[in-house]
C-alpha cells in the first residue's frame, strides 16, 4: 500500500547550506519530520550547485513521518542578477535601468532553467527570460 501523503512543504534554501533554523526548522517540525535528516539530504543533493545560491525544493511529507524532497532550478531572478551584477532590480522598471544582459547570457540562463521552463524550445526560453530580465529593470543587449 501507498504511504499517505500529510502535505507538501516549499522552501528556498541555499545550495549546501540547509540548517535547523528557520525557515526549514519550524516547516519541517510542524509535521513530525526529522530536521537534521533533510539538512544532510539536501546539502548532500546540492553539492554539486555553487554554495549560496538559493534553490527551491518541494518538500513530500507522509504520514509515517518520512519524506521525499525535489530540487528545482535556481530562480531566473537570482541568475539574472547575478549575471548582469546588481544586487536588487529596479524599482521602477520602465524608467529606471539599473543594469545589462547580453544575449548569451540570457541563453546560458535558459539553458540552466530548461527543465523547469514551459518553453517549446530555447529560443522561447530566451524569450521568457528576456522579458523577466525587462520586468526586472535590465537592459536586454542583442
Not at 541555499?14 to 535528516?37: C, D, F, H, T, Y
Request: positive net charge.
Amino acid at each position: 500500500m501507498a504511504k499517505k501523503v500529510i502535505g507538501y512543504i516549499k522552501l528556498q534554501v541555499k545550495a549546501g547550506q540547509a540548517n535547523p533554523s528557520p525557515p526549514v526548522g519550524p516547516a519541517l517540525g510542524q509535521r513530525g519530520l526529522n530536521i537534521m535528516e533533510f539538512c544532510k539530504a539536501f546539502n548532500a543533493a546540492t553539492q554539486k550547485l555553487e554554495p549560496g545560491l538559493p534553490v527551491p525544493v518541494i518538500i513530500t511529507a507522509y504520514s509515517d513521518r518520512t519524506f521525499t524532497f525535489i530540487t528545482k532550478s535556481t530562480p531566473a531572478t537570482t541568475l539574472l542578477k547575478k549575471a548582469a551584477g546588481v544586487s536588487s532590480g529596479s524599482k521602477r522598471p520602465n524608467t529606471d535601468k539599473v543594469g545589462k544582459v547580453t544575449r548569451k547570457q540570457l541563453e546560458e540562463i535558459a539553458k540552466a532553467k530548461e527543465a523547469d521552463l514551459t518553453a517549446a524550445d530555447l529560443d522561447a526560453a530566451v524569450r521568457t527570460i528576456a522579458g523577466s530580465a525587462r520586468s526586472m529593470g535590465l537592459v536586454v543587449e542583442g
